[in-house]
């Protein structure tokens, strides 16, 4: 199956008038838990690799933020020791807090509805810890929200966008509305709710969000 994909790119390309570059196409079998089948053969001149940066968020194959999280961990520490250097030549400390928001706060919150459900509890506290700290240093505010505080905003807001815009590229994928013939209260939505599966869970984006505005 995987080479019969890879052939079909490849005549896609040709029939295009492109080239596909075998160099740097790279391959990733996602798996799950422990009990998963063995994964197929790699394809001939593919490199098969564990985890990949897709658009600036570093996925593994076993769908888990470990290897995200290490990244903005080790970008972190190097900014705090820039900062450590900036201070030390007079910079004010409204400025360092800006400098923060802009290098460590927005890398955090960046694409973070995609991948923050994929964090186990030792990813975040490993992003508590980096926030604690930077406080301590005097690096950002103390009111600086938790990090489970800025994944809520930031799926929130994400959420809102989707909802309320028909042409929306996730908004074909929300559910269909249910009717509800009597209203008793507000609700955040109307859609019906998913089933919760192995593979469809909180990690997904659209679920994590339809349960937690479903009461």
């Known amino acids: 199956m995987c080479q019969a994909e ?3 790119l490849h005549t896609w ?13 790279k391959e990733i079998v996602f798996s799950a838990g422990r009990n998963c089948a063995l994964p197929p053969p790699p394809c001939p001149d593919i490199k098969r690799e564990t985890s990949l940066r897709v658009l ?18 080790s970008s ?3 900014m705090l020791y820039a900062m450590r250097v900036l201070r030390a030549h007079g910079t004010p400390a409204t400025s360092l807090h800006d400098i923060f928001h802009a290098t460590v706060v927005s890398r955090i919150e960046y694409a973070a509805p995609a991948w923050s459900g994929m964090c186990s509890a030792t990813d975040r ?8 700290r930077s406080k301590r240093l005097g690096y950002c505010n103390d009111d600086l929200p938790a990090i489970a505080d800025l994944f809520s905003t ?13 042409t929306h590229v996730l908004h074909p994928y929300l559910p269909v509305k249910t009717d509800i013939r009597y209203e008793l209260r507000t609700r955040p939505h109307c859609m019906t709710l998913i089933n919760k599966t192995k593979f469809l869970n909180d990690t997904d984006f659209i679920i994590r969000l339809l349960y937690k505005h479903s009461y």
């Open 125 to 132: 506290a490993r992003l508590d810890s980096l926030l604690r």
């Open 56 to 73: 600036g968020v570093i996925v593994n194959d076993k769908l888990t933020a470990v290897d995200h999280v290490a990244m903005l961990m």
């Open 6 to 8: 890879i052939e079909h």
């Open 76 to 78: 972190s520490s190097r």
């Open 13 to 25: 390309a040709t029939a295009n008038n492109l080239q596909l570059n075998r160099a740097k196409t």
């Open 154 to 166: 930031a799926d929130d807001e994400f959420f809102r966008r989707v909802t309320s815009n028909s």
